[in-house]
């Protein structure tokens, strides 16, 4: 796959960032995510790092969560120097996979397609897919909210689900607003970090709910990528 470098492409010119992680995994996440090894080889990532990634990762899910972390990751100038993780490329190596996910990707980004037949729709068919798109959405909304009433919120739970992401308990802190001047900052503490953490987060009962929790990994998409994967498998 050979990656648009056009500097006059607007979409080459829209690079992304970490901050583009959680949108870019809620547009193929459920899509894609057993081929993440062909779209990291798409993204040339190289293939120590993609055999690293396999080997870290039992889940389809979390390895293409890591794959698109490691992309955005210094904007690839580690693997093409010259060559920055934008919309454009996104498409591309998308729609090398899934034509008709590559256009969902151009429509999030305003890329315009090629009239292929095979991608191009009239204008009465996209209202209705984008409608039972928005139907779709609601419904997994309602269910996952239905799923959740199911489950007991407990330390148990919330230790079983970020337990693996233990080394960000700082940044679980500061997303359920939990204090930790007094933590300890040492490496090894981390795990008891986060059990402190979370007893505080239950003993304030702010917003102790699924809800917060999945706010929580949605705003820190790289570093609780994992967690999530674990939380919606749970509820």
Known sequence: MSASVNPQDPLVQRELTKSDHGTIMDLIGKHIASKYKELAAQFRIPQGTIDTIACDNRRAWDGLNDVVAEWLRGNTEVYDKGVRASARWLYDAVRTMNKKLGTKIAKKFGIPEQ?????????????????????????????????????????????????????????????????????????????????????????????????????????????????????????
């Open 115 to 235: 009239s292929d037949g095979s991608t191009q729709k009239g204008a009465g068919e996209d209202k209705e897919n984008l409608q039972e798109q928005s139907q779709g959405a609601g419904k997994d909304k309602e269910n996952l909210q239905e799923q959740s009433q199911d489950k007991e919120l407990n330390m148990e739970a919330v230790m079983n689900i970020f337990d693996s992401s233990a080394q960000h308990c700082m940044t679980i802190a500061a997303g359920l607003n939990v204090r930790t001047a007094d933590l300890m900052s040492t490496p090894g503490a981390a795990n008891t970090n986060l059990i402190i953490v979370f007893q505080r987060w239950f003993e304030a009962n702010r917003d102790v709910n699924w809800d917060a929790l999945i706010k929580l990994c949605d705003d820190y998409p790289d570093k609780l990528g994992k967690a999530k994967s674990n939380l919606l498998a749970y509820i």
